[in-house]
């Protein structure tokens, strides 16, 4: 591997809050998800939660010449739960927007149902823009992250990268659960023609360091130089991010000494940082990311010294 050095990040603090104006953020701002605008502008797609704990899409414009500050955040959110019954009924995040072919934008997300016998069911779906991300329509009601033979629990939070004429895309998928409340998962990866049908044999692409790790979540690759990135976030106790590095995208090895970033002293990411997205501009690296609690007060900016 290369480009080995520690990534050292200064944290700019908190840039997009929930708005207790809007019903749908009341609290939290969880997983940012960003679409690069150019010139610095970055549309940074969010989950708020409303006053039922049901999380909704929306996004805020952020301009990284100043600081990610907020230049715009519109009142109506992109996509809403699903119908009931459907896997998405309780709630919708984002975790991937990418460009489709025919100038359509595609959102991959997360959707939220509550289970009986386990605590959630969580599934990754997909919904498209032909606006340029004002409106969303659900690509199909069901998920495109379904169980399968090789993934029988959970299977969300889809991360998606053009790869030569097709799709990769990396996944967080369920394992076991140690109990009713308690999931175990890792990030595995398939392929796709289309974008929209997946290809899984269940391959796991980054796995537990140890028994007690039982949680590895929002994979966040990119595809640089021929060299396989992924920002990711791991949990034993409370989430921190890690890093991992692969030549092929599909066997990776972990390295989150090197990603260098960790909790703060104090305030909102003083015992958790989770869910890293990272994009560049002007030459350095910008990384969104949650801290306590998911994300409970908001997204928080990190740019590379």
């Not at 207790?20 to 701002?29: G, M, V």
């Not at 549309?43 to 909704?56: E, M, T």
């Not at 990769?168 to 175990?184: A, Q, T």
Request: glycine share 10%.
């Amino acid at each position: 591997m290369q480009n080995r050095s520690v990534q050292r990040w200064r944290k700019l603090g908190l840039i997009i809050q929930p708005d207790p104006r809007l019903s749908w953020a009341q609290t939290h701002c969880m997983v940012p998800t960003p679409h690069v605008l150019g010139n610095g502008l970055v549309k940074v797609f969010f989950s708020g939660r409303d006053i039922l704990n049901r999380s909704h899409i929306g996004h805020a414009i952020v301009d990284l010449n100043r600081d990610g500050r907020v230049v715009d955040y519109p009142s109506e959110a992109v996509l809403k739960p699903g119908a009931l019954g459907c896997f998405d009924d309780n709630g919708v995040t984002p975790s991937c927007v990418i460009d489709l072919p025919d100038g359509e934008l595609g959102l991959y997300y997360i959707g939220w149902n509550p289970g009986s016998t386990v605590r959630m069911h969580i599934f990754g779906g997909l919904a498209i823009s032909s606006d340029q991300g004002k409106t969303f329509e659900r690509w199909s009601r069901a998920p495109i992250l379904e169980r399968t033979r090789t993934d029988p629990y959970l299977n969300t939070a889809p991360w998606v990268v053009r790869d030569g004429d097709g799709y990769r895309i990396f996944y967080v998928s369920g394992h076991e659960w140690l109990h009713k409340d308690l999931p175990r998962y890792n990030i595995k990866t398939g392929y796709s023609r289309d974008g929209k049908h997946w290809v899984r044999e269940g391959h796991v692409c980054l796995d537990f360091r140890d028994e007690n790790e039982h949680a590895l979540a929002r994979p966040y690759v990119v595809l640089e130089d021929g060299l396989w990135r992924m920002w990711f976030s791991y949990k034993s106790a409370d989430y921190r991010i890690g890093y991992a590095e692969s030549k092929d995208g599909l066997n990776w090895e972990r390295l989150d000494h090197l990603a260098g970033i960790d909790v703060s002293p104090s305030g909102f990411d003083s015992e958790m940082t989770e869910y890293a997205a990272v994009v560049k501009h002007d030459g350095m690296r910008f990384m969104f990311y949650n801290g306590n609690n998911y994300g409970f007060e908001g997204i928080g900016l990190a740019v590379t010294e």
